[in-house]
């Protein structure tokens, strides 16, 4: 079984701030890394993926995330935000190699971007 | 090119009604996921479809709760004798192929309100 934790419920930031957002896992077995966003009244959207080869995955919208084995953490970052980057933000993991397809997913981060 | 859409955006009903909330995949996609999104918490899986047949149902909470895909293509979402506690928003989404690591696509949701 897999589980997601993401520390901060909330993060506000001021525009053009740089942030991050963090996300740990456990898992008993090898999983692939997912961060996923959902702005208001849309349905959620990948933002990247950590699937194997250089731990820094960089994804749309300027995002990047390193994958930390040791820490079993993958933690998502963005130089510079924008206020079009407010929306709840979440972190999943699945299983690699497995015939069990779901995702796990942390309870999210409400990334709040201030003028 | 359309994406996942679900049907209806909002559903009311009252304690101990039935409600079928419906899926309509991305055209070609053989993987379906149901989720469901309890206020404040990250999504959690209910069931998988691979083709027609449900691959893995372990999420779904109980014996009321009940999900097809007959044609393979679009889904529907049953829910028997509703309780208050299954007011969450129920997630659909979509994938090519059978793997993990494939990117889901998710629709906008139905928010489902029992009173």
């Known amino acids: 079984a897999q589980s997601v934790t993401q520390l901060d419920s909330q993060v506000p930031v001021f525009e053009e701030a740089p942030v991050e957002l963090r996300c740990n896992y456990s898992?008993?077995?090898?999983?692939?890394l997912f961060w996923y966003v959902q702005y208001p009244n849309q349905g959620l959207q990948l933002l990247l993926k950590y699937l194997s080869g250089s731990t820094l995955v960089k994804g749309i919208n300027g995002f990047e995330a390193e994958f930390n084995k040791s820490q079993t953490s993958f933690h998502l970052r963005k130089p510079s935000v924008h206020i079009s980057d407010t929306a709840e933000y979440f972190c999943a993991v699945s299983e690699r190699g497995g015939s069990n397809y779901k995702l796990t997913f942390g309870k999210g981060t409400l990334l709040t971007v201030n003028p | 090119g359309a994406g996942v859409s679900q049907t209806p955006s909002n559903k009311v009903t009252e304690k101990g009604k039935y409600v079928e909330l419906r899926c309509d995949p991305i055209s070609g996609h053989t993987a379906l996921y149901w989720y469901r999104q309890s206020l404040g918490q990250g999504p959690e899986f209910l069931i998988y479809?691979?083709?027609?047949?449900?691959?893995?149902d372990s999420g779904l909470p109980n014996d009321r709760f009940f999900a097809v895909r007959p044609e393979g293509s679009v889904s529907t979402l049953k829910i028997q004798r509703t309780e208050r506690g299954d007011s969450a928003v129920y997630l659909c989404?979509?994938?090519?192929?059978?793997?993990?690591?494939?990117?889901?696509?998710f629709g906008p949701g139905t928010r489902l309100t029992v009173l």
């Open positions: 479809f691979q083709g027609t047949g449900a691959a893995d």
């Open positions: 898992s008993s077995v090898s999983v692939y």
């Open positions: 989404a979509s994938s090519f192929g059978q793997a993990s690591y494939n990117e889901q696509f």
